[in-house]
């Protein structure tokens, strides 16, 4: 679709937009969708997947008819809510602009407006679901973010935190180097790495010496998926990476539904604390740690906006009382003209 077409496309048609709004998120992660069916729960195939083990494997699904969006539960263990109300499985909702729907201990918000959907929604909803297991991680005082660890050579030991998605982060001799190495086979900028989705994706830079992936020369046209355990090669130095979040989602994933008592209060989002969306991407909050070999590049929270409710002048009163008083003055001439012979 041309950038017209697009165009063109925003201004006649809506779209959903879902944000997560449960938790101590310091943005609240969205997604945005066009499509005639979205499924929501904590499978890996879901549209939009939802790591808490009070969710369902396929908990809910939203469908698009004509203008409107439906809600329907589909038969999930502890229930879609609108507020204090129980969906029954099977039966449609509609939803308005702004409506809270929980799934399990999750509230989302559902924003309809007129926007193109997410580019790359399977990739937006894996950074999603692992920005969750994060703060999951990080309540528990676990280690959540994926490590890069030097376990062989000169710069042995030396490490970097890869808290952010999208980020390019530069392995190399270079003083700005996110993991600076002191190898002298090592070039200044030896390889780019970057987190997306559950993924990291590594290429060389045009090094003197090069560097490989489980053995494979890389190149610097195109980025390799670097798996978990694979050994890669830069200059004399031997790195390895470590991710904690991904064998908590799959533990996530393969558990069994966790039961919700009917006395467990699970509050919904404040109605006067709007947290701020995230960018069109939908990224989760990344949360970095600080790294001896490279610079900080943790985010600073954007500040809550707050939402005035409707308030009544004495002129908003009076204007009020004077049309309610014309009002019951022409309910009484109607009754007097009927009632004369």
Known sequence: MDRDARADHIRTWMALTIVVR?????????????APKIVLGRSPGCDLQLPDPSVSQR??????????????????????????????????????????????????ELRVVAGLPTENPRLCTQEIALGLVTQALDGDEEPSVPKLVVCDGPDTDAELSLGLFGHSYIVG????????????????????LCRRGNHILVR????????????????????TVWKAGDPLVVGAN????????????????????????????????????????????????????QSANGPDHS???????????????????????????????????LFWVAGSP
């Open 22 to 34: 449960s938790g101590a998120l310091d943005i609240s992660p969205e997604i945005t969708f066009d």
């Open 59 to 108: 908990h809910s699904s939203i469908l698009q008819r004509g203008s409107d969006y439906l809600v329907i539960d589909e038969g999930s263990s502890n229930g879609t809510f609108f507020g204090p109300v129980r969906l029954s499985p099977g039966a449609p909702r509609v939803v308005k602009h702004g409506d809270l729907i929980r799934l399990g201990r999750i509230w989302l």
């Open 173 to 192: 001799r270079s003083k700005t180097s996110d993991l600076r190495m002191t190898d002298p086979d090592c070039s200044r900028r030896h390889v780019e």
């Open 204 to 223: 060389e830079l045009g090094s003197k010496n090069g560097a490989s992936l489980n053995g494979e020369p890389l190149t610097a046209q195109h980025e």
């Open 238 to 289: 031997t790195l390895r990476y470590e991710d904690p979040l991904a064998a908590a989602l799959e533990e996530l994933e393969r558990a069994a539904d966790e039961a919700i008592s009917a006395k467990d209060a699970i509050e919904p989002p404040s109605s006067e604390e709007v947290a701020p969306a995230a960018s069109s991407a939908g990224k989760p909050p990344p949360r970095s740690r």
């Open 299 to 333: 985010p600073v929270a954007a500040p809550a906006v707050r939402v005035a409710g409707p308030q009544w002048t004495p002129t908003d009163y009076l204007v009020a009382a004077f049309a309610l008083a014309i009002l019951l003055t022409s309910l009484l001439g």
